[in-house]
């Protein structure tokens, strides 16, 4: 009897010494934190929209955004640029932005100041237009647009003036008296084209007026119905590429005087040349004037928004030259160059950050 008694008492002791052991090896039985050091934390990586770490130089992501960009015709530049950023932009911040086609410079800007749209494509002098209330928008519907900013400029816009090769048209003196499209009514190209035309002293009553954007003036050439349109584009322009392939062409050349006076009426006008590498058909270079492809908002849109969207196309620079050649021309020195009205907060911030603004 004594021997079971002991026996029994050997037993349980052995029980308490197991379970004294277990509760040594975990704290799951009274749900409190094990006393180790805290295992580390892998910071979040930019994947999509995936919230990151607001650490120097990470992403901060913020709630879905979505946002409407006006481009321009599909025959032109703006269209495939626009929704090439476009698409940098959603693969790479929270933000949704919709590329829609349009009426380019002039339309985008009304768009603006309805609020039809958030961020446009324009070019730098309609915007200074449009912010001052001069010129092609002096009596313009929308008004003085007094709270456009610029995002970031973006290429040089070419004032091209196609002719058929065998035209016997070799000057922009040699449109008096021609069928010549300058461009939709109340345009960018179509103010572009009544100051070259004005620096040769051609006026609207010298020429047979027709008032058409890219495509249709192509067509109309191919057709026989034009003797020259002009062009603010960057290069190669579709609408041309696709003329040349059925028509020979030239691209006529503005004279320096015409240049100079040009620069000195409208500071905004840079000196560019027109190559080989821009048109096959091309084989002395072409001497013209540029305006400045620009991305342009309102001072309404968000400072973090702004400053996203253009640190996603600066970044992202290399797939945005992928839907159009001209994102090969998008760096930081080159975006904040060339304003004709004031830069947005969010953008500043950026490139300030980045070196290049003071």
Sequence with gaps: MKKKILLAIAIMISVVLVLAACNGDTNEGNNQPAATEPAATEPATQNGNDTQVPDAGEWIMAPTTRLIMATGGTAGVYYPLGGGMASVVNNMTNLQITANASGASLDNIRQLARGDADLALAQNDVMYYAFTGTSIWADDPAGTVANLATLMTLYPETIQIVVLADSGIYSVADLRGQRVSIGDMGSGVEANALQILAAYGITRDDIDVVQQGFGASADSMRDGLLDAFFVTSGTPTAAIMDLGMARDLRILS???????????????????????????????????????????TTTDLDEQVAYDIVRAIIEGQADVAMAHARGGNISPENAVYGLSVPMHPGAIRYFQEIGVLP
């Design 254 to 296: 503005i004279s320096d005087a015409a240049m100079t006076s040009l620069q000195a009426d409208y500071p905004f006008y840079v000196r560019i040349e027109i190559t080989n590498d821009d048109y096959g058909f091309i084989t002395t270079p072409v001497q013209t004037l540029a305006v400045q492809a620009t991305l342009v």
